[in-house]
Every structure is written in structure tokens, then in C-alpha cells.
């Protein structure tokens, strides 16, 4: 016992400075441990200078932004709990859709992380490096005060940019999907909260028709078991998937939020080589902060500011039951499409009555049979009406209702580094990025054109298209392959589907092929370090089974990577990618509606992007028919 007494005091005896070193070989959750010890330790463990070597562990920000950071919270333990609840997020997220490309990159921005779509985009004049990259904002999530998370979502409609606040769940360490999603919540207290200017502004038909779902299908023996029953919660995953789309719908619908103070404010420091320049981006994006912040807790432009937080409702939550209500409206109209009798046939007709019909048959999810009729029975509950059942029991829940951002981990397979995605579920995925290391020296992110000289564009095409290409290393039959997955593409009409690999080499097979050419664009001479062995992609058995043929891929003494097509000579040209810095430097654009803006679940062959004044409206193929 004397020996931990003795022990005990020379630790609490220590500097702050040595304990922060012996700190670093400590999590921040062995912190807090130690902290509910004693009071002793606890006084110890509460020192600045040890959370801020936590946040320098965690390694997300440099020393001197973490230094300005501090300044936004109450600690630099709030501070540490923010950077380690948001680290699994950083990095590159993608979906299938639109097939040109959907890259969405998760980086810090200030006292926050900020999700920016790379558009699909040509090569300007100035190449990768020194010309701007096209982004646009998905999501954001602030740090308050005390370290905790707050979630907005833009989007933009009708010409004018919105937020979409909402709540996070918790973030899990290995996350690989991301999820948007509704969920009740029970309120703490029983105050009425106040209805939004927006949920005002919807009658309840127009509600209904976002909802479309209630539970007039079920028996009255359901519904008296229901009642008699413990409200079971209902996941958001399991409701049908127009269920989902509309709940998400409205709710984006009433409590986005129009602040115009925000419009020329930056999300996140640029690029600046002096400090005079830096500073003035760091107050203004402590201004956009403290806006932020108090939009997500009083509401936004329509609310009045000075009257006090007891007079104003939460505007991330909506009051379930005024959606409840609307779902009766839905009795009396599948009522209508029923019938009276206990089976109805309810057959095609190319009238428009007929197509209105059939519309609302789809709506609520009864679909016909092959020879074009719909037999619908009450004695016998259908799947469709198991699923409204459902719906109503999700509702059910809670007593508000709001957007969430679950950061989820999934058994996803995949096939060359590229994830299987689900087609009907609002979300990202997150591509596992390799680390370059020596056996693994170009794994990363690439980025480049088709062409040589690289990124110089010619006087009969000004500019180039820009791929991104994620680079990594697989073992198969022995064999260490470098794969070339592609993410992005900057074509108006897309060649190749994403997760397609663009080449494949093998890294242990040496190529005797010689380079084409001798000078690179500075007409300075070329030496080729390494050369190996490959396949490039071609023209295949249609759009989804692409074929290949034979190439090598060199390796410049200036880091350049160029992979060519023996027999066509195409030529695809890459560097290694710095997206954070491209972002710093890039020029933001509009985004897209907000659940498109996170999740752009329809097929899309073309550039859902193209609108933009500075790109190309129409960017032909540069290989489509050479290789």
C-alpha cells in the first residue's frame, strides 16, 4: 500500500510536459480512466498541454490549425473528442451513380469535417496541379462547444441553397458505409415544440402524397394486438424503399434552412502562402461557425434571433403526429382503388383515369400481374401491407422526427478494391485506400489525361478529360498485380463504369517495350525508371463486361506513371494526387437537390454535372474508337 502511495505521488509530481510525453503512449479513453481514479489524477489528467497532445496523436491536423481550432471550443479534451468521434470519416467515399463518377471526399474544414463532391470535370490549361478542381459541399459536421457533433446537409433547390440540419449517430471506428436516414426520437420533455414555418406552408395533402403510407391495410386484429402490444422500434433499412424515399423527402422538405449570410463564406481554409491572407479565412470561417451554430439550435433566417432558446423549437425535429394525421387520407384511397367487395379486379387501361390509377397502384405498392390485372384481397394480408404496417410502426416510435448520418460497418464484398453497393439505399461507401510503402510504392490516388505530354492540352481539343484512378495492390495466383481502379472521369458520356479497372500490370514481370517518346513537355529528356508487364481495358461484349489488351506501364524519373496500349498507342498519363491541397485551391459549384446531393441513386450514363459555364458541354472520347 506504501508503495502505491509513493508511486501515486511521484506521477501526480511529474510536469506537465514529461506526462504529456509519457501521454503519447496512452489512448484518450486510458485518460479518462485514470481521471475517475482520484482527484489527483484527475487534476493531472485535465491538463491542456496533455489533450493537446491527444489531438496531435490522433493525427488528422497539423500543430498550428489544431492551435486555431482550440480557439472554437471549451478544451482541448472537447477538441480530442470531436477529431476522434469524425477520424473514420476521412477519406474517400463513392457510390455507383451517376457512372461518370461519384467521389465524394471527407477532409477537415474548421472546427469541422466537410464532405466535397469532385465534379466530372476536363483538364484546364494549367494541368492538375495549378488549374481549379470543381467541387460541390454534401454535408458537414461542426464541432460545439463542448465536443459534441452537429450534422447539416446542403443541398439546393428552386435556385437557392439550403442546410438540412439533423443528428449523427455514433460514428463506428470502421465505418465503411454511410448512411441517410430518418429517425424518431422520444422528446425529454413534453413541451410542445413549435411547428416550422415550412411545415405550415404543407397542407395535408400535399403531405400525404410525400408519406403515401398508412395502416388501413392491417386486420382489426392486428391493430388491437398492435395496441395491446410494446412499441417495437422499426429500422429505417427495413421500410419499402418509395417508404424511405418520401420520409426523406419530407423531412428535407421542412426543415431545410435558407441562411444568406453564408453564400460567400469558405468551408474550409484555402491555399494561401502568406499569414495576412490566412488569418482573414480564419475569421471568416469562425463567423460561418458561430452562424452554424446558431441556426442548428433557434432555426434560420425566419426566426427571430433575440427572443429566447425556451420560445424556440428544435429545427432539426419535426412533430410526428401531424404526419400521423395525414396517413388516414390514405384510408379512403386505397378504400377507392379496392373496392367495396372482398376481391377487385383492376385492370390496365391506357385512358388517362387509367394512368392515374395505375399510379397511385404504384405508389402504394401493389403491383399488377403478368397478364395486366391486380387481385387484392382483405381476408388475407399482403406483403404490401405487411410493409405499410411496418411504416406505421416506424412512426409510431417517437414523437419527433429528423435527418440522422449514420456512419455504419457492413460485410460488403467486392471486386478489385471496387465495393458491391446496394442500388436502394441513400448511401456511400468508402473505398479502402492503400498506403504507399516499399513493396506497395504507387498505391494511392491518381489523377490524369489521355495523352503525351501529360495535362497539355491540343489547339483541336482544349481541354482534356480528367480521370481519377485509385491504384492498388492484390495478390492472385502468385502474382503481385498493381490495379488501376477508376472513380472519376471527366467524359460527357461515360466509356466505362465506375470500379472499372483501367489496367492491370504486374509489378514482377519487366516490359522490353520502348518508351514512344523522348521528351516530356518541358522537352526535357525522358528516363523510364521501371517498366512492367500488362492489360488495358478496351472495348468488350457491351457496357458492363469491357475487354482488354495487351500494354506496359512505365515509370518516369519524375514520378509520372504512363500506360500504354501496344497495339493503338493510346496512351493514359498520371501523377499522384494531393486532393486536400486541390481542394484548398478548387472553386466551389452548386450542389444538386439534397438527397441527389448525398446519394445519387438513379442510372446515369451522362454528366448530371454538365450545367456549368466552365466546363465542357460536350467532351468527346479520346480512345472510344482506337482501342
Same mark, same amino acid.
Given at each position: 500500500m506504501l508503495s502505491e502511495s509513493c508511486g501515486l505521488s511521484l506521477l501526480v509530481a511529474l510536469p506537465d510536459d514529461i506526462f504529456s510525453i509519457i501521454s503519447r503512449f496512452l489512448f484518450p479513453r486510458d485518460l479518462c480512466n485514470l481521471s475517475v481514479c482520484c482527484k489527483s489524477l484527475c487534476s493531472l489528467v485535465a491538463s491542456e498541454k496533455i489533450w493537446l497532445t491527444q489531438c496531435d496523436m490522433v493525427g488528422i491536423l497539423p500543430h498550428e490549425e489544431l492551435i486555431e481550432w482550440r480557439k472554437g471550443v471549451s478544451s482541448y479534451k472537447a477538441l480530442c473528442c470531436f477529431l476522434v468521434s469524425v477520424k473514420p470519416l476521412i477519406g474517400i467515399w463513392v457510390h455507383q451513380n451517376p457512372e461518370l463518377g461519384n467521389v465524394v471526399y471527407v477532409m477537415p474544414g474548421f472546427v469541422s469535417v466537410v464532405g466535397c463532391r469532385i465534379i466530372p470535370q476536363e483538364l484546364g490549361p494549367l494541368g492538375v496541379e495549378d488549374g481549379p478542381i470543381l467541387w460541390a459541399p454534401v454535408f458537414e459536421i461542426i464541432a460545439d462547444f463542448d465536443g459534441s457533433t452537429i450534422f447539416f446537409l446542403h443541398g439546393r433547390e428552386k435556385g437557392h441553397d439550403y442546410l438540412y440540419p439533423g443528428l449523427i449517430k455514433a460514428v463506428e471506428r470502421s465505418c465503411n458505409v454511410l448512411l441517410l436516414e430518418v429517425e424518431p426520437k422520444q422528446q425529454k420533455n413534453q413541451g410542445k415544440l413549435l411547428q416550422s414555418s415550412s411545415l405550415i406552408q404543407y397542407p395535408e395533402k400535399e403531405i400525404s402524397r410525400k408519406v403515401g403510407r398508412s395502416n388501413s391495410g392491417l386486420s382489426r386484429s392486428q391493430r388491437v394486438l398492435e395496441q395491446s402490444e410494446p412499441v417495437q422500434a422499426v429500422p429505417f433499412s427495413k421500410l419499402a424503399f418509395s417508404d424511405r424515399r418520401k420520409l426523406l423527402e419530407t423531412v428535407t422538405s421542412q426543415v431545410r434552412l435558407k441562411v444568406s449570410d453564408l453564400e460567400s463564406r469558405p468551408l474550409f481554409p484555402q491555399l494561401r502562402d502568406d499569414v495576412e491572407n490566412f488569418q482573414k479565412d480564419m475569421v471568416l470561417l469562425s463567423e460561418r461557425r458561430s452562424i452554424l451554430l446558431k441556426i442548428f439550435k433557434f432555426g434560420g433566417d425566419d426566426i427571430d434571433w433575440k427572443a429566447g432558446p425556451e420560445l424556440l423549437s428544435d429545427p432539426t425535429q419535426l412533430e410526428l403526429s401531424e404526419i400521423r394525421k395525414t396517413l388516414d387520407i390514405w384510408s379512403s384511397v386505397r378504400s377507392t382503388l379496392s373496392g367495396d367487395h372482398g376481391h377487385k379486379h383492376l385492370t390496365k387501361s391506357?385512358?388517362?383515369?387509367?394512368?392515374?390509377?395505375?399510379?397511385?397502384?404504384?405508389?402504394? #405498392?401493389? !403491383?399488377?400481374?403478368?397478364?395486366?390485372?391486380? &387481385?387484392?384481397?382483405?381476408?388475407?394480408?399482403?406483403? *404490401?401491407?405487411?410493409?405499410? =404496417?411496418?411504416?406505421?410502426?416506424?412512426?409510431? *416510435?417517437? %414523437?419527433?422526427?429528423? /435527418?440522422?448520418?449514420?456512419?455504419?460497418?457492413?460485410?460488403?464484398? *467486392?471486386?478489385?478494391?471496387?465495393?458491391?453497393?446496394?442500388? !436502394?439505399?441513400?448511401?456511400?461507401?468508402?473505398?479502402?485506400?492503400?498506403?504507399? $510503402?516499399?513493396?506497395?510504392?504507387?498505391?494511392?490516388?491518381?489523377?490524369?489525361?489521355? =495523352?503525351?505530354?501529360? #495535362?497539355?492540352?491540343?489547339? %483541336?481539343?482544349?481541354?482534356?478529360?480528367?480521370?481519377?484512378?485509385?491504384? !492498388?495492390?492484390?495478390?492472385? $495466383?502468385?502474382?503481385?498485380?498493381?490495379?488501376? &481502379?477508376?472513380?472519376?472521369?471527366?467524359?460527357?458520356?461515360?466509356?466505362?463504369?465506375?470500379?472499372?479497372?483501367?489496367?492491370?500490370?504486374?509489378?514482377?514481370?519487366?516490359?522490353?517495350?520502348?518508351?514512344? @517518346?523522348?521528351?516530356? +513537355? %518541358?522537352?526535357?529528356?525522358?528516363?523510364?525508371?521501371? +517498366?512492367?508487364?500488362?492489360?488495358?481495358?478496351?472495348?468488350?461484349?457491351?457496357?458492363?463486361?469491357?475487354? *482488354?489488351?495487351? =500494354?506496359?506501364?512505365?515509370?518516369?524519373?519524375?514520378?509520372?506513371?504512363?500506360?500504354? @496500349?501496344?497495339?493503338?498507342?493510346?496512351?493514359?498519363? /498520371?501523377?499522384?494526387?494531393?486532393?486536400?491541397?486541390?481542394?484548398?485551391?478548387?472553386?466551389?459549384?452548386?450542389?444538386?437537390?439534397?438527397i441527389n446531393n448525398f446519394s445519387y441513386l438513379t442510372k446515369s450514363y451522362s454528366n448530371v454535372f454538365a450545367g456549368f459555364s466552365n466546363m465542357s458541354t460536350c467532351l468527346s472520347s479520346p480512345r472510344q474508337n482506337q482501342i
Open positions: 391506357k385512358t388517362l383515369g387509367g394512368y392515374f390509377r395505375n399510379s397511385f397502384r404504384q405508389i402504394l #405498392g401493389r !403491383s399488377g400481374s403478368i397478364n395486366g390485372t391486380c &387481385t387484392i384481397s382483405r381476408n388475407s394480408p399482403s406483403a *404490401s401491407e405487411n410493409r405499410h =404496417g411496418l411504416l406505421h410502426q416506424f412512426l409510431k *416510435s417517437g %414523437d419527433t422526427i429528423g /435527418l440522422t448520418l449514420h456512419a455504419c460497418t457492413m460485410k460488403l464484398s *467486392s471486386y478489385r478494391a471496387w465495393p458491391n453497393m446496394h442500388d !436502394s439505399r441513400f448511401a456511400l461507401y468508402k473505398l479502402p485506400l492503400q498506403a504507399p $510503402r516499399t513493396d506497395q510504392e504507387y498505391a494511392g490516388l491518381w489523377g490524369g489525361t489521355f =495523352g503525351w505530354p501529360p #495535362g497539355i492540352p491540343s489547339e %483541336d481539343k482544349p481541354g482534356k478529360a480528367l480521370f481519377f484512378l485509385l491504384l !492498388s495492390y492484390e495478390e492472385s $495466383r502468385g502474382q503481385r498485380l498493381l490495379i488501376a &481502379t477508376k472513380i472519376l472521369e471527366g467524359t460527357h458520356y461515360v466509356l466505362h463504369p465506375n470500379g472499372s479497372a483501367m489496367f492491370i500490370v504486374n509489378v514482377d514481370e519487366p516490359s522490353l517495350d520502348p518508351f514512344p @517518346w523522348d521528351t516530356d +513537355a %518541358d522537352s526535357c529528356p525522358v528516363n523510364v525508371k521501371h +517498366a512492367f508487364v500488362g492489360e488495358g481495358i478496351a472495348n468488350g461484349y457491351g457496357f458492363r463486361y469491357p475487354g *482488354s489488351k495487351p =500494354g506496359s506501364l512505365f515509370v518516369t524519373q519524375n514520378g509520372i506513371l504512363a500506360f500504354i @496500349w501496344k497495339e493503338s498507342r493510346v496512351v493514359l498519363t /498520371l501523377q499522384r494526387l494531393n486532393l486536400p491541397e486541390l481542394l484548398k485551391k478548387g472553386e466551389q459549384v452548386p450542389a444538386l437537390l439534397p
